[in-house]
């Protein structure tokens, strides 16, 4: 006798092993959204971040710098 330990057990084995790499799946989907959202927000105000360190630098005149950043939407 198997005591229930036969061929019965694998369709549960199936069931959690489909489970597991859902989960996997999910995962790693959420895990590229997100590094995609925070690189599309940092790629986003480099221009503002490069006008404003080149105004640092002195290389533009306060006129200038506010002029080029009313043209790339930020605010003087």
């Not at 996997?24 to 790629?43: C, D, F, G, Q, W």
């Amino acid at each position: 006798m198997m005591w229930g330990y036969g061929y019965e057990g694998w369709g549960w084995m199936w069931l959690i092993g489909g489970l597991v790499l859902i989960g996997i799946v999910v995962l790693v989907v959420v895990l590229v959204r997100n590094s995609a959202a925070s690189t599309a927000k940092t790629t986003a105000s480099a221009p503002q971040q490069i006008l404003a360190d080149r105004y640092a630098r002195g290389e533009l005149t306060t006129q200038e710098y506010r002029e080029r950043l009313e043209i790339l939407g930020g605010k003087p």
